[in-house]
């Protein structure tokens, strides 16, 4: 046996006449999958998930890791710039006036920056001032997610699924054939899902706002009290930062308004649970449900 | 602070999607592992229905049944609106139930917050997992805090 050289197992499937003796001993899983590499981190009050399907093995599973551990290190250093639960971040020092945008991290400017560009986008129902307080957070968690999907596409990963405190961002499939499926949970009915986004893009993204997200009052930036009308709206998009934004201003635009303006614009559907529970969507959710 | 029991039995991959617990090592500091715990066998429909019952505020002693069942109170984890506290049932490695022993209830709003937020948290579990979903987008109360104590309680479970 010692002289044999080691069999190739491609061969030896296709072989005719080979006796018991010979095959190896391995099995071959063609229908197993492995399971996504998933990891899970408690940040900026809520947790993040990791799900990678196209982890691998050897070097370049450990390239991945690298990968994501860096993709959590950024969450959090991310967390200490923008919380507004830290009393020392940026953002925290930032409000109270005892900084300048000029003092603080260079995040800072461009977050606001991209809060502008949304707030033109959303005729200002998106605000990084809800209530007249500085707070940019309806951006930030979304844009920390991307940051954490780029550093595992930097890895070479092409299939993942990141959710943060119910915002998703899929990439590719969770199995070759298998796309990411991504539940709308239901307000209203708690145990159950409304409907199940089934992913066929590169990259699809999928964010709710309703009145129980943690601790946050959705504010109608024009009248300065909590937007009504609503118990949840739910965008679809491709990349999760814009799509949780848009998500956050089309629930405080209320369900006609709302609708109306995902369905004005390109490359996203809306999903919306008005307050006796009836749900209403843009044309194109039920096809995304199939 | 009034407190309430609520109570659900939840399966954990559904729960490593939805909060995301750490299995030990993991985060920054540790390579990233898959949980060894998996899916429950007798999952069981939740009550959903919120009692108002005196809790024990602190951690308890791991109660130890025939089965290999064990009932472990996390640590209470103090949250910007209150502490809040998370009880596991373990059977054979498997969480069973879930019960919140202690949530904030400071103002009205957070009653009618919690009301939503703590059976989504237990009960979407259940549910992602039987329909296959990978992850959960939803007006999901994933509060550190909860997932401190349940992650507590695990931790407790496990050892």
């Known amino acids: 046996m010692a002289d044999e050289p080691a069999p190739d197992f491609a061969a030896v499937r296709g072989a005719a006449a080979v006796s018991p003796t010979s095959l190896p001993t391995l099995d071959y899983p063609p229908t197993q999958h492995p399971e996504p590499l998933r990891h899970a981190e408690p940040v900026m009050g809520t947790v ?3 799900a990678i399907s196209d982890a691998g093995q050897g070097t370049r599973r450990e390239a991945i890791i690298s990968a994501l551990q860096a993709a959590v290190a950024r969450l959090h250093r991310i967390d200490e710039v923008f919380s507004t639960y830290r009393h020392d971040s940026d953002i925290s020092r930032l409000a109270r006036g005892q900084t300048t945008i000029e003092h603080c991290d260079p995040w800072v400017a461009q977050v606001l920056e991209s809060c502008r560009e949304v707030a033109a986008e959303t005729d200002g129902w998106f605000t990084a001032y809800p209530a007249g307080r500085l707070d940019p957070s309806g951006w930030v968690k979304g844009w920390a997610i991307e940051q954490a999907s780029q550093l595992l596409r930097e890895a070479g990963s092409e299939h993942h699924c990141i959710s943060g405190g119910g915002d998703v961002q899929a990439v590719g499939q969770a199995r070759p054939g298998r796309p990411w499926r991504i539940g709308i949970a239901d307000p209203v009915h708690r145990d159950r899902i409304l409907a199940a986004i089934t992913t066929r ?5 999928v964010a709710t706002s309703g009145i129980a997200e943690r601790g946050a009052h959705i504010i109608n930036p024009y009248t300065g009290q909590p937007a009504d009308g609503l118990l ?3 965008l679809v ?3 999760i930062a814009r799509t949780d934004a848009w998500a956050t201003a089309a629930f405080a635009m209320g369900p006609t308004l709302g609708l109306q303006w ?8 809306a999903l919306a649970v008005l307050h006796d529970g009836s749900i209403k969507h843009t044309p194109g959710i039920p096809e995304l449900t199939a | 602070m009034r407190r309430a029991i609520v109570t659900g039995t939840a399966t954990v991959s559904g729960i490593v999607l939805l909060l995301g617990l750490k299995s030990h090592g993991g985060g920054v500091h540790g390579a990233p592992q898959s949980f060894s715990i ?3 066998t007798d999952a ?3 009550s959903g229905t919120p009692t108002t019952t005196p809790s024990a505020g602190k951690s308890t002693a791991p109660a130890r049944a025939a089965s290999g ?3 472990v109170a996390g640590d209470a984890a103090e949250t910007p609106y209150g502490p809040v506290q998370v009880q596991v049932t373990v059977s054979s490695g498997k969480i069973t139930n879930i019960n919140v022993l202690e949530y904030p209830t400071e103002t009205g709003r957070d009653q009618e917050i919690n009301s939503y937020a703590l059976p989504i948290l237990n009960q979407e579990a259940m549910t992602a997992q039987s329909a296959s979903i990978d992850a959960v987008s939803g007006a999901t109360f994933t509060s550190e805090g909860y997932a401190q104590s349940l992650q507590s309680a695990i931790d407790k479970a496990r050892a």
Do not use: K, L
């Not at chain 1, 893009?201 to 993204?205: F, P, T």
């Not at chain 1, 995902?262 to 559907?269: F, H, K, N, Q, T």
């Open chain 1, 48 to 50: 993040f998930s990791f």
């Open chain 1, 201 to 205: 893009d590169a990259a699809m993204a």
């Open chain 1, 232 to 234: 949840s709206m739910t």
């Open chain 1, 237 to 239: 998009g491709s990349s």
């Open chain 1, 262 to 269: 995902a369905e004005a614009r390109e490359g996203i559907e």
């Open chain 2, 38 to 40: 998996g899916p429950s």
């Open chain 2, 44 to 46: 069981v429909p939740p």
């Open chain 2, 69 to 71: 069942t064990r009932t």
